[in-house]
């Protein structure tokens, strides 16, 4: 199995910038799958961006696109989520999950097995 670790949430004013990251432990990481989700209070989890095992194939939510970043360094079993141009409707709670799936589903929540214990994100006007 795999156990993940999200850091880098804080507040921050519109318009400001946050790097997540999720730490990551098995050598297995690298063939994974990695997604951030989000959840804002009395809301539904919500798909934020995907990664792929290669690095090669990536996915974002439309709302995030041009704003947002998603990498990963397989060699020190992390990926991050790189934030600029934050909004106040981006405040969240940010989780990572991991597992190995087809890339079709990786957009899913129910889909992924492993997850993060989630790092706050706010937004301030």
């Known amino acids: 199995q795999v156990q993940l670790v999200e850091s880098g949430g804080g507040l921050v004013q519109a318009g400001g910038s946050l790097r997540l990251s999720c730490a990551a432990s098995g050598r297995a990481f690298s063939s994974y799958a990695v997604g951030w989700f989000r959840q804002a209070p009395e809301e539904e989890r919500e798909f934020v961006a995907a990664i792929s095992w290669s690095g090669g194939n990536i996915y974002y939510a439309d709302d995030v696109k041009g704003r947002f970043t998603i990498s990963r360094d397989d060699a020190k079993n992390t990926v991050y989520l790189q934030m600029n141009s934050l909004k106040p409707e981006d405040t969240a709670v940010y989780y990572c999950?991991?597992?190995?799936?087809?890339?079709?589903?990786?957009?899913?929540?129910?889909?992924?097995?492993?997850w993060g214990q989630g790092t706050q994100v706010t937004v301030s006007s």
């Open positions: 999950a991991a597992d190995y799936l087809p890339w079709t589903v990786v957009d899913g929540p129910k889909a992924y097995e492993y």
